[in-house]
T-cell receptor, first 112, second 115 residues
Framework: GNSVTQMEGPVTLSEEAFLTINCTYT??????LFWYVQYPGEGLQLLLK?????DKGSNKGFEATYRKETTSFHLEKGSVQVSDSAVYFC???????????FGTGTSLTVIP | DAGITQSPRHKVTETGTPVTLRCHQT?????MYWYRQDPGHGLRLIHY???????DKGEVSDGYSVSRSKTEDFLLTLESATSSQTSVYFC??????????????FGAGTRLSVL
């Protein structure tokens, strides 16, 4: 079946620290992979995506590389800011059934 | 921002009453989805639609029904609300199911409490 597993939270970092949030997946076929971010009281917003192996998605200093050999799509940022505090969701989509599959989310708090 | 409006934004209701949540889009996207978000579960798909009057079940469809009579509107109905349906409900839309435009855009959510 299709599923996403992401690291448990919550994660607390100091400003300017390096961030990694791990995400691994199981999928039939060749999925597209996504990271979404949810700020308090809001819906999810697309952060970045990758549609094939070895693609790197990037946005706002965040990056993630689609690794088929390790079935992973880890989110990284070199220097986090207080404004990055949010919940981050890894997701995959498969064309069969037109569905997305989301991880459980990782809460990030960045302290000054 | 994608033009997605969910209504109501907050609702408190009693067990056993019917509840309808509305999702309205102005993007003319073909695909629409209803999710629920619960702690420890992330987002779980309830139902989705791939066109007017074309809908299908998701992972957690029991106790929910949907209707899509127009491209822009997707309704979620709880026929007889239960406390286990207390959750935050999100609507999402997407233009395509594959390729570069296979991106889901989310509404702001509806917080439902069933007492």
């Amino acid at each position: 079946g299709n599923s996403v597993t992401q690291m448990e939270g919550p994660v607390t970092l100091s400003e300017e620290a390096f961030l990694t949030i791990n995400c691994t997946y199981t999928a039939t076929g060749y999925p597209s992979l996504f990271w979404y971010v949810q700020y308090p009281g809001e819906g999810l917003q697309l952060l970045l995506k990758a549609t094939k192996a070895d693609d790197k998605g990037s946005n706002k200093g965040f990056e993630a590389t689609y690794r088929k050999e390790t079935t992973s799509f880890h989110l990284e940022k070199g220097s986090v800011q207080v404004s990055d505090s949010a919940v981050y969701f890894c997701a995959l989509s498969v064309t069969t059934g037109n569905q997305f599959y989301f991880g459980t989310g990782t809460s990030l708090t960045v302290i000054p | 921002d994608a033009g997605i409006t969910q209504s109501p934004r907050h609702k408190v209701t009693e067990t056993g009453t019917p509840v309808t949540l509305r999702c309205h889009q102005t993007e003319n996207h073909r695909y629409m989805y209803w999710y629920r978000q619960d702690p420890g579960h992330g987002l779980r798909l309830i139902h989705y639609s791939y066109g007017v009057k074309d809908t299908d079940k998701g992972e957690v469809s029991d106790g929910y029904s949907v209707s899509r009579s127009k491209t822009e509107d997707f309704l979620l109905t709880l026929e007889s609300a239960t406390s286990s349906q207390t959750s935050v409900y999100f609507c999402a839309i997407s233009e395509r199911s594959e390729g570069a435009k296979n991106i889901q855009y989310f509404g702001a959510g509806t917080r439902l409490s069933v007492l």
